[in-house]
Nanobody
């Protein structure tokens, strides 16, 4: 079992940067792949970025590639999403998620494949 708590969201202007954090409880964090998803009103939850347990693989959605970086620290049980050059279309609730397949070499990109979710943090980008 792992519990996830996101923070770092807020209201920012277009072109700004934000760093989201997700702190996990439980000893299993270091074994799990982690990802960030987002969901805008009226839209499905979509993959933003993901990393394997050892960060050897990372994946990014085309819509954010070059503007966001996912990172993690398995000692601090934390995963971050650094976002820059934010656009109004980045407005959404951002969720972190854990893939409980221990030591997987692959990054999953579908929400249904993740087992644990945080409560989300709102990011609003004004134009």
């Amino acid at each position: 079992q792992v519990q996830l708590v996101e923070s770092g969201g807020g209201l920012v202007q277009a072109g700004s940067s934000l760093r989201l954090s997700c702190v996990a409880s439980g000893r299993a964090f270091g074994m799990y792949g982690m990802a960030w998803f987002r969901q805008a009103p009226g839209k499905e939850r979509e993959f933003v970025a993901g990393t394997t347990w050892n960060t050897r693989r990372t994946e990014y959605a085309d819509s954010v590639k070059g503007r966001v970086t996912i990172s993690r620290d398995n000692v601090e049980n934390t995963v971050w999403l650094q976002m820059s050059s934010l656009k109004p279309e980045d407005t959404a609730v951002y969720y972190c998620a854990a893939d409980s397949r221990a030591y997987s070499a692959h990054v999953l990109t579908h929400a249904r494949e993740y087992d644990y979710w945080g409560q989300g943090t709102q990011v609003t980008v004004s134009s």
